[in-house]
């Protein structure tokens, strides 16, 4: 502590060297003070060295921690001159450091209560001039309030009369000595937000303990401290406005919980009235307006506090909020939403009012238990607000309609409830359904100011489509209220802008049309909700009569040659959500794949990439009912399949979101789409299986020849050129997935054409020779991947005989461990797909696949994703292994061609089964050892399936001659070596999973092995040292698992309880 101290001293403006030396003999009679202030000072200097500030903190802390310098950093806080403000505000912290986590003594506590008392009355008497300033009066008055929790119950019982006596009598109070009055009001919200804060988190001394101080405030001092408050506003326009604001905002807290009698009189609601209604205000943000808005915002307050429905209703009746909230609305600054004066923030603030009304009433109405008298008040009320309501919600400033939001849902919540109970709305309700859809459909539209699709509107567009996802929650509960309703005023509004568009009408816009076609977009949810748009080829509802009629004047408006963008991508969005209307009015596809047509060709950016994906989606729904059109599309976007690379822009914003990126490499993702459409559209069921073969040949061989022509500068490592070579490659890949969907479990799918393969056959060799010359680029890897996955389904088993290449090229040296998981899953599904046909591949492909797999799991991860990507191989490992035993190709891991891998294979799954560090690996090893029993070893020999013929082709297969003694000796003794591993715990859940797969595969050892089995567990127990006894309960409940599940499991706890006994006894 000295030598801190000392260095302190050294360090500290306020001593010289030569002093330092002086002083260093007097260095104990140095007063605490002194050293607390240079401590503070040396902290909060960033001039100072990093070590010193740094013992200057510890110095700090340590007082902190041991509460002793209390004393010190009082008198410094008092001390004339004063110290920095720095100082005295951590002067401050020490104090109530000490008050609160050291529990002063009472006459330590009153102390400091007498001396910050006598500072307050010396620095705030009229004229001093001597007050704190702003944040120091906060911080005194934080050390007060934890002062007047603790002596207020007892020996402060003057604690509000002290203060209320420093801010003068009623003539004088807020205009004589503001200072003061500023601080008596610092000090209410500083006892409030210490005791009846609702959103902070307390103990539940400390909540006894609040509510008690309330009790007390509220015998003694309440009605003081209210009359205080009225004392101060009855001469608010004399008063200054930041105290008055101040006032009323302490007000606001304090009625939540104080006696709403106190406040809520004639006199204080008059001159609340009289705030909340001043006129002409031109600067929302000055006094006056910050004065208004805290009177309104008082009235919030008030309407909020918890009493009973009747007392509820009283309330709002005496404070007459239907007049004051229908002046407000009337005034000057609210009247005209297009006045330049119009004051948004007023607006938010009165509909934060009408919100918390509105909640109220619905709440009442919802009680019912509530007296008749009382409801029939209730509705008249919500009759009234419910107007107010819709104009707050249909205000031009998207913050004032999100403010009444919540209680608009309530309203909705609570009309819904009704129907739902009776069958239909009461009539006195029915009434207000109507303007609230209106109100919901007016809000959804764009706004006249706003623009679409520039820079720098972003945001505004983000926070509009937000609202709009809340507006549409509002408008599916008024459609559960009165679906019928909903129906006709959607019916109503689409239809009739559709009309208005078709007869030319020039007040239009694009707002209007965007708005018809979102609600339309929305209304597919009730139309199509079950069973589709039709039913037995009649609409299947009302609202799909309904959404068919919108689609026919939608196409008869020609809204498709609209030129808005906004306009445009609702367009294309209705005609693939609705593909429906077009399969069952074939005549008019052929009109709608040209309008897309001509959207794919858009100028706008934004229009034409989305346009692509669209055109996909669109065809591939009706693909089967394209007919004759097929040639003319694909040459009308001939244009469009010309693949340019370039190079990603360094300067591109990277946090770009999918909807708004229009990268390079974004529009060229884009561009697949085409692809995929112009596959669907060539290999339509409509299209002969010589044009199919002819399109095929149109659409690739300039792919073909711009591989040819590319692949010298690619091979010379020229960026772009690897990258035009990659992105023929996936769009090779995506034309195959839209040629064909035929996959081996679905039997609607049609297996292709011969003639149409051979030319995909051309594809899958030009992508090998790529694959081949550029096998270092991982891009190129990544795309002939993404191809090869998506060639199989146009191939079949012609893929088969390039399947060697194919692995060749995948699984090189180059390949990353990422590269290899990934491959393994593409070749398990290429086994599931083709099974028993690719066994002879297989066996031919088998030893060059694991030996890259063994090289990739033999290095060493130099970090965390390393790690991951191993972790992830060794499982995609596992799981190849499993897929082949699982296929009926187990015989292909120990034929002769791979005899040599067999013996790594058993030792690394051996390996994996062991490893403590990852146990979903390892119990998957010991899942993969239990398969291999199952296939290899013939059928059980013990248990209910003894002696039975298998009926599944895999365990049909012939057993491994020498297998049954390869697993006693190999498998057998992994039961004692798993759970022996070091690290391994098994009170660990994942590690429990681990032996409970074990248990599982000595079950399976018992089935196909038997007696030899049971004789070498018996020597493995007793070399543990366990007896008779013991053996014989172990092979007992083992045995006993063959009967069925429910002794499977106990046999599988048992083993867990009979390892954790094992591993206790060696601890």
């Known amino acids: 502590m000295v030598s801190i101290i000392a260095l302190l001293l050294r360090e500290s403006p306020l001593f010289s060297p030569v002093l330092f030396a002086q002083r260093k003999k007097s260095l104990f009679t140095l007063t605490m003070e002194a050293q607390v202030e240079n401590a503070i000072q040396i902290a909060s200097d960033p ?15 340590q007082l902190r921690a041991e509460g002793s310098a209390w004393q010190a950093a009082l008198s410094l806080f008092t001390r004339d001159p004063r110290p920095s403000d720095f100082v005295r505000h951590t002067s401050l912290d020490l104090v109530n450091n000490a008050i609160t986590e050291h529990r002063l003594d009472e006459q330590s506590t009153a102390y400091v209560k007498d001396t910050l008392m006598t500072h307050i009355r010396q620095s705030y008497t009229p004229g001093s001039g001597a007050a704190d300033t702003s944040h120091i009066q906060n911080k005194l008055m934080q050390t007060i309030t934890y002062l007047f929790t603790a002596l207020y119950p007892s020996s402060w019982q003057s604690f509000f009369d002290d203060f209320r006596a420093l801010a003068g009598d ?34 539940e001394d400390e909540k006894k303990r609040n509510t008690e101080l309330k009790d007390l405030i509220r015998q003694r001092d309440a009605q003081k401290i209210s009359t205080s408050w009225q004392e101060i506003l009855a001469k608010w326009r004399e008063t200054d406005l930041g105290l008055v604001e101040m006032c009323l905002r302490t007000i606001g807290r304090w009625v939540s919980w104080t006696d709403i009698n106190l406040i809520v009189n004639q006199s204080m609601i008059t001159t609340f009235l009289e705030m909340a209604g001043q006129q002409g205000i031109a600067d929302p943000e000055s006094p006056a307006g910050r004065v208004r808005d805290a009177a309104i915002d008082t009235f919030s307050e008030i309407v909020g506090k918890k009493m009973s429905p009747t007392d509820k209703i009283d309330l709002i009746t005496f404070l007459n909020l239907t007049e004051v909230v229908g002046q407000l609305i009337s005034s000057p600054a609210l009247a005209d939403f297009s006045s330049s004066n119009y004051d948004n923030d007023l607006a938010e603030t009165v509909a934060k ?14 009680n019912e238990s509530v007296d008749e008298q009382t409801r029939l008040r209730a509705d008249d009320l919500i009759r009234i607000f419910t107007p107010y309501l819709l104009r707050f919600f249909a205000d031009q400033y998207d913050e004032v309609c999100s403010t009444v939001i919540p209680s608009l849902t309530d309203l909705l919540t609570f009309l819904r409830k009704l129907q739902k109970k009776s069958g239909s709305v009461p009539p006195q309700y029915a009434a207000v359904l109507p303007p609230v859809l209106d109100a919901i459909i007016a809000k959804m539209k764009y706004d006249d100011t706003a623009s679409w699709g520039e820079e720098g509107e972003q945001t505004d567009e983000a926070e509009f489509q937000d609202l709009r996802r809340r507006l549409h929650v509002l408008q599916q509960t008024v ?14 509004l689409v239809n009739g802008t559709f009309a208005r568009l078709s007869q030319g009408d020039q007040t239009l816009n694009w707002r209007d049309l965007e708005l018809a076609l979102y609600e339309m977009y929305l209304f597919g949810e009730l139309a199509i909700r079950n069973q589709g748009l039709f039913a037995k080829r009649e609409p299947s509802s009302v609202a799909a009569q309904e959404l068919v009629a919108m689609m026919n004047s939608m196409i008869d408006s020609g809204l498709a040659n609209y030129p808005h963008p906004a306009v445009q991508l609702q367009y294309m969005e209705i005609c693939v959500r609705y593909y429906q209307f077009f399969e069952q009015n074939p005549q008019l596809i052929p009109k709608v794949l040209e309008n897309f047509v001509q959207l794919t060709h858009n100028n706008h950016v934004k229009v034409r990439s989305r346009s692509w994906y669209l055109f996909q989606r669109l065809v591939k729904h009706l693909r089967a009912q394209l007919g004759n059109v097929s040639y003319d599309i694909i040459q009308a976007v001939g244009d469009l399949l010309t693949i340019k690379a370039e190079l990603p822009d360094t300067s591109e914003d990277d946090m770009s979101s999918d909807e708004e990126d229009q990268s390079a490499d974004a529009l060229f993702n884009s561009q697949l789409y085409l692809f995929e459409a112009v596959g669907c559209i060539a290999s339509s069921s409509t299209v002969s299986v010589e044009n199919k073969k002819l399109y095929a040949q149109t659409i690739m061989s300039p792919l073909f020849t711009d591989i040819q022509q590319t692949l010298p500068q690619a091979r010379n490592g020229d960026e772009r050129a690897i990258l035009q070579i990659h992105h023929i490659i996936m769009a090779l890949g995506t034309l195959a997935r839209g040629y064909s969907d035929w996959v081996p479990s679905n039997n609607n799918s049609a297996v292709p054409h011969s003639e149409v393969a051979e030319e995909f056959i051309k594809a899958s060799e030009a992508i090998l020779v790529a694959l081949e010359s550029l096998n270092s680029s991982s891009s190129i890897r990544h795309a002939a991947r993404f191809a090869f996955s998506r060639m199989i389904a146009v191939l079949g088993s012609r893929l088969l005989q390039q399947l060697p290449s194919w692995i060749e090229g995948l699984l090189s040296l180059s390949s990353s461990m990422d590269e290899i998981s990934t491959f393994l899953k593409v070749l398990g599904q290429v086994i599931f797909t083709f099974k028993a046909e690719i066994a002879g591949i297989l066996d031919t492909v088998m030893t060059p696949v694991l030996q890259r797999i063994f090289t990739a799991l033999a290095v060493e991860p130099s970090g965390t994703d390393d790690e991951i990507q191993l972790a992830e191989l060794r499982r995609e490992y596992l799981n190849f292994i499993v897929v082949v035993l699982n296929h009926g190709l187990g015989s292909v891991l120990v034929s002769n061609a791979n005899q040599s891998t067999f013996e790594p294979v058993i030792s690394s799954i051996e390996t994996f089964a062991r490893d403590t560090h990852d146990y979903p690996t390892a119990r998957l090893a010991i899942f993969v050892l239990i398969r291999m029993i199952s296939v290899w070893s013939g059928p059980d020999k013990v248990g209910p399936g003894a002696n039975s013929t298998p009926t599944s082709p895999i365990t049909s297969q012939a057993p491994l001659p020498g297998f049954d003694n390869y697993i006693v000796d190999r498998f057998s003794p992994l039961v004692w070596s798993i759970p022996a591993s070091a690290g391994f715990n098994s009170k660990d859940a994942q590690a429990k999973q681990v032996l409970y797969e074990t248990a599982n595969l000595q079950l399976e050892i018992i089935k196909k092995i038997g007696e030899s089995f049971v004789e070498r567990l018996k020597n493995d127990l007793s070399g543990m040292g366990l007896g008779d006894d013991g053996q014989e309960q172990y092979l007992r409940t083992l045995a006993a698992a063959l009967e069925g599940s429910k002794k499977e499991k106990e046999w599988r706890n048992f083993f867990c309880q009979f390892v954790d006994r094992m591993l206790a006894g060696r601890a």
């Open 47 to 61: 001039t100072s060295s990093q070590q010193l500030r740094g013992q200057a903190i510890e110095y700090l802390n």
């Open 170 to 203: 009623q003539t004088t109070i807020g205009n004589v000595n503001t200072a003061t009055t500023f601080l008596y009001m610092r000090m209410l919200g500083q006892v409030h937000d210490e005791i009846a804060d609702q959103l902070v988190a307390r103990q």
């Open 353 to 366: 009012l009408v919100n918390n009304i509105v909640f109220d009433i619905v709440k009442i109405l919802e």
């Open 479 to 492: 459609t559960t209220i009165d679906e019928s309703y909903y129906i006709e005023t959607l019916s109503r």
